[in-house]
C-alpha cells in the first residue's frame, strides 16, 4: 500500500498519536475507559468527556486509563456559561416533566435542587486542578473558551489545549486565545452544539464551507468533526485543509462505547437522516434521533430553562427511560450521518478508516 | 502535472463535459447567455435557470446560447408544487409589504394578482416543449420530481435527466423516477432549498453526510451542490463518493454572471459566515445574507403566503432595491462559504479548481 504522509502532520505530533483519528469527548457515560483506552491503544487519540464529572470521578477514570494505556489520551472539560436560576421557569418546566414522569412510572416532583453558576464554575476549576496534577498532556474545551489565567496555567504545565468553534469568528476567538489545536464543528455533528459567540441558527455551518474558510484564516491545526465516519470523511476533510478529524458518532455504536444499548440501536437501525436539533433535554441546542419527548417538548423548546438547568430537571427521565429500554425519552444524540453507524470493535473502525483513506489517495 | 483520472468518469461522459463542473442553474438573471457559455466553453456544464421564465424567454435564450457554444449546456425548471392562493394571507402579506413600499418610495398596493396552480402548471407544460423542441441535451430539475409521462416523454427524446434531492429519502425518490443523475443540494448551499418530501428542519443535511448516505443507496450518478468554492470543495466531494460538483454562489461573483453588483458585493465583502435561512422573499425556505429585510420579516415568516405567491408579492419590492442600489431588501442568495468568493472570470475559477484539485492529488 502506497504511504500516507498526509496523515502524519503538525496534528499527529502535536498529540503523539499515528493517526489524526480523535474520539469525541462524549459526556454522560459513553467514555468509558474501555472506549478511550481501545482508542488510544489503536493508534488514535482517546478522550474522556468529563463535562459532567465529578473531580473525583474525573480522577478515578484518569487512573483507571494509565493502567490500561500508555499512549497519549485527552480530557474535554466544559466551559462554564452564566445562567440564571429562575423558580417560574423551573416550575413551569417541572410541570410539564410530571406528565412524563407519569408515564414512566416515576415519583412527580414539585421542587428540584438545581445548580447555580457560582457551583458550576467552582467544580470547573476543580476540574482544571485534576488534569493539572494527574498531567495529563491534551485538554479540550466545549461551549466557550476559559479565561486568560486558567489557559496560561494550563500552558505552564504543558498541556496541549483544544477548544471548539462552530463558526469562523469562535474559531478565531479560539486562536486569539491561545489554543494550540481548534476543532471546528458543522452543522452535522451530534450531541450538543458547541456554538458560544454566534447564535444558535447562525452556527449551524456545514463542514463543506466551515473548513476551508477556518484554515485560511487561522494558523492552528484544524480538526474537522460533524458527521465524519469513516475514511471518505477523513480525505474530505484533509482535503477541506483539517489536519484531522474527531468522530463521536461512529465511535459511540463501538463495541467497547458505554452508550446503553438502545441508543446503539437507535443508530443503527436509524433509516436515512431522522436527526433533529432540540433543547428540550439540557437547555442548550442538541442533534439527535427524534422520539416522542423531542416531539411532545417540540411546543415548550423556546420557554425552557437554561443548561444546566433543564438537564438536571430530565435526569430522572432520561435516567427511567434508559432502565426500562424505552428509547422515547432518553436522549438519543447522534450526528447527521447515523445511517453510516456500524458495530464493531474501535481497532476495526480505525484499521477501515485508514485502510480507505489509502485506497481513496492511489485511485 | 500528474493525471486525474477520477475527474473523467460515468458523469463527464454523460454531460459531454471535459470537467466535472456544473454551474448551478440561479434563476432570476444570474444565469445569463454569457456566464452559460464561459463555463460551457470553459469546459463545464453551463445552466440555464429557467425556473421563473417564460417559454418564450427560455427559447430565445437557448437560441442565443446555440451562437455562443458549441459545447453542451443544459437547463433547469421548477417542478410546480400545488399551492392555494389564499385572499387572507395575500392582503396580510400586502399590509407588511406596504410598509416596505413606503420606505422604497414605491405606490402601495391593495390587490396584487398572483398566478395560480393551473398557470404555473401550464407554463411548465410549455417549458418542457421548448426543451424537447430545441434538443436541449441535459434537462434538471428543483422542487420535485415531473411525473412519469413528462420523465417519459423527455427520455423518448434522450435527454439526460438530473434531479435535486436534500435527504436520502429524496434522492431514492428521484432515482426510481428515472432521473439519470442525482444533485444533492447540502445544507451549506445558497438560495431556495430543493425539499419535496422531507420537512424544512430535517432536509438541511452537511454535504459531509448527505453525499456518502447518498451514494451507499443509489446506483446512478451523484453530484454535490453546497459551499463548494474551489478545488478543495471539488475533491472533498469526490472523497466522498460524488462524481462532481454543481456550485452557485462561487459563479455568481464571475465577472460573467448576471447577478446585481449589489449582490455581487455583498457576497464578496461578507465576513465570516452571515447567512441565514428564510421564507421572507418567497414563501419558500432560501438561504442568503442576512439584511433589513430578513430581519424584519423574521416575525412574520410563518404566516406569510406559498411560493411562488409571496415571490409576486416582493417583485416590485426586490426591483425598487435594486435600482436603487440598497442591499437591504433584495435577495442576496448566497451559500455559506461566501466568504470563499472571488470576482473573477469563469476561466480563471475553472481553471484554479482543477489545479487546485491536482495538487492535492499529488500531495
Known amino acids: 500500500m502506497g504511504s500516507l504522509t498526509m496523515l502524519t502532520n503538525v496534528l499527529t505530533k502535536l498529540l503523539n498519536i499515528e493517526y489524526p483519528i480523535i474520539q469525541a469527548p462524549m459526556a454522560g457515560g459513553v467514555t468509558t475507559s474501555k472506549l478511550v483506552a481501545s482508542v488510544s491503544n489503536a493508534g488514535g487519540l482517546g478522550m474522556i468527556g468529563a463535562g459532567y ?140 452544539r458547541g456554538n458560544f459567540i454566534d447564535k444558535d441558527q447562525e452556527s449551524l455551518v456545514g463542514l463543506m464551507s466551515l473548513i476551508p474558510q477556518v484554515v485560511d484564516n487561522i494558523g492552528v491545526p484544524v480538526v ?66 427524534k422520539n416522542s419527548f423531542i416531539s411532545e417538548m417540540q411546543a415548550h423548546q423556546n420557554n425552557l430553562p437554561s443548561f444546566p438547568v433543564q438537564n438536571t430537571l430530565t435526569q430522572d427521565i432520561r435516567k427511567k427511560s434508559g432502565e426500562q429500554h424505552n428509547a422515547e425519552f432518553m436522549s438519543l444524540w447522534s450526528g447527521q450521518s447515523a445511517a453510516l453507524a456500524k458495530s464493531q470493535s474501535v481497532e476495526t473502525l480505525i484499521q477501515n478508516i485508514i485502510e480507505e483513506a489509502k485506497r481513496l489517495k492511489n485511485n
Open 53 to 192: 464529572m465529578t473531580p473525583t470521578q474525573m480522577r478515578e477514570q484518569i487512573r483507571e486509563l494509565k493502567q490500561l494505556t500508555s499512549n497519549s489520551f485527552g480530557i474535554n472539560l466544559f466551559v462554564p456559561n452564566e445562567f440564571e436560576v429562575n423558580e417560574d421557569e423551573i416550575r413551569s418546566s417541572n410541570q410539564i416533566m410530571n406528565s412524563f414522569r407519569d408515564e414512566l412510572d416515576l415519583p412527580r416532583k414539585e421542587n428540584i435542587e438545581v445548580p447555580n453558576f457560582n457551583s458550576v464554575y467552582e467544580t470547573f476549576m476543580e476540574q482544571i486542578q485534576v488534569v493539572i496534577e494527574e498531567r495529563i498532556p491534551i485538554c479540550t474545551f466545549t461551549f466557550g473558551i476559559p479565561s486568560a489565567d486558567v489557559i496560561e496555567e494550563l500552558k505552564k504545565h504543558n498541556i496541549i489545549l483544544m477548544g471548539t468553534a462552530t463558526t469562523l469568528r469562535e474559531a478565531v476567538a479560539n486562536e486569539k486565545a491561545g489554543m494550540d489545536i481548534v476543532v471546528v464543528q458543522g452543522s452535522e455533528a451530534g450531541g450538543h
Open 224 to 289: 474537522a468533526a460533524g458527521g465524519i465516519m469513516d475514511g471518505r470523511g477523513l480525505m474530505a476533510s484533509i482535503c477541506l485543509g483539517a489536519k484531522g478529524v474527531q468522530m463521536g458518532t461512529a465511535f459511540l455504536t463501538c463495541i467497547e462505547s458505554g452508550a446503553h444499548q438502545v441508543h446503539k440501536e437507535a443508530i443503527l437501525n436509524v433509516e436515512g437522516d431522522t436527526t433533529v436539533l432540540t433543547r428540550a433535554f439540557s437547555g442548550k441546542w442538541a442533534r439527535g434521533i
